[in-house]
């Protein structure tokens, strides 16, 4: 059993998590993941690793509620226990070699890609960090990519807080005002990354993208993360999840992706009902 230390919601459908698991911080690096039950009867599912402390033994978790599984982790409370807890799994972020970097962040995703922009920073890489929200209500993890970060720059669809647009406006306004990136890292939803890896391909810079949303298992056995790689199949949690993002076929893995959301509208659903009776 996993003891929940902290437990804060940093958004109305986004909750922070500090775990108390010493031998997943001991061996954790940026880019890999957990798998996690609530409780014995509950669904696994595959979380990233937001942030780790080796000494005080503890792994963050953020995630989003929206479906069965995350809503019934998240009734749990400070001082209650996940009942299953097991990592770190995936291969880490290869960060070696790189001196420029842009953090491209979308949403949620942005709790994956704050590891990998601390990371660079811890190393004294260049940092530049790009992140984006539908809102000012929706932001996650300012201070956080502040400290991390050489040039933060905060993008919302409505213009209620930074600029007014999309991460991929301010990413092509970066590289046209002469920053030479070594490598550009995008997470976030898989059209986000999509069109981040179009900007970037059009000027010749790598892109390595994180195919985190596709998971379900998190052991290759069921296949529901397969995508194509330049031309080859692979799977998201074995094989990755970071990918070369110019070489991955995201139409494919968007159209794949939609298969699920009549059973993640039931998972939600079952739960909601589950709950109402026991209030009852």
Do not use: W
């Not at 437990?7 to 880019?31: F, Q, R, S, Y």
């Not at 009867?41 to 995350?70: C, N, S, W, Y």
């Not at 890609?113 to 992140?131: C, D, N, Q, T």
């Not at 110019?246 to 992706?257: K, L, P, T, Y």
């Amino acid at each position: 059993m996993f003891k929940i230390l902290e437990k804060t919601a940093l958004n109305p459908t986004v909750t922070k998590m500090v775990v108390d698991a010493p031998l997943i911080a001991k061996k954790a690096e940026p880019g890999q993941f957990i798998i996690f039950r609530a409780t014995e009867d509950g669904e696994r599912v595959p979380l990233t690793i937001a942030d780790f402390d080796r000494e005080k033994g503890t792994v963050t978790i953020i995630f989003q509620i929206v479906g069965g599984a995350t809503m019934e982790l998240n009734t749990l409370e400070q001082g209650e226990c996940i009942h299953d807890f097991v990592g770190p799994l995936g291969t880490p972020s290869h960060v070696e070699g790189l001196k420029k970097v842009c953090v491209v962040g979308g949403g949620v995703g942005c709790a994956i890609a704050y590891p990998i922009a601390k990371k660079l920073h811890s190393l004294g890489r260049e940092v530049h960090s790009v992140v984006g929200f539908r809102n000012k209500d929706l932001l996650i993890l300012e201070d956080e990519f502040r400290a991390a970060s050489d040039k933060l720059v905060i993008m919302t669809d409505d213009g209620s807080y930074g600029e007014k647009g999309l991460v991929t406006a301010a990413l092509e306004r970066l590289i046209t005002e002469g920053n030479e990136y070594d490598e550009v890292i995008a997470i976030g939803p898989l059209v986000m990354m999509k069109f981040v890896c179009a900007v970037t391909k059009k000027y010749g810079v790598k892109t390595v993208v994180s195919m985190n949303p596709i998971m379900i298992d998190g052991t290759g056995m069921c296949g529901g993360c397969r995508l194509t790689v330049g031309g080859e199949t692979k799977f998201a949690c074995v094989d990755g999840p970071d990918f070369d993002g110019h070489q991955v076929d995201f139409d494919e893995a968007m159209s794949r992706g939609s298969m699920y959301r009549d059973f993640e509208q039931k998972a939600r659903d079952s739960f909601c009902n589950l709950m109402k009776k026991e209030v009852e």
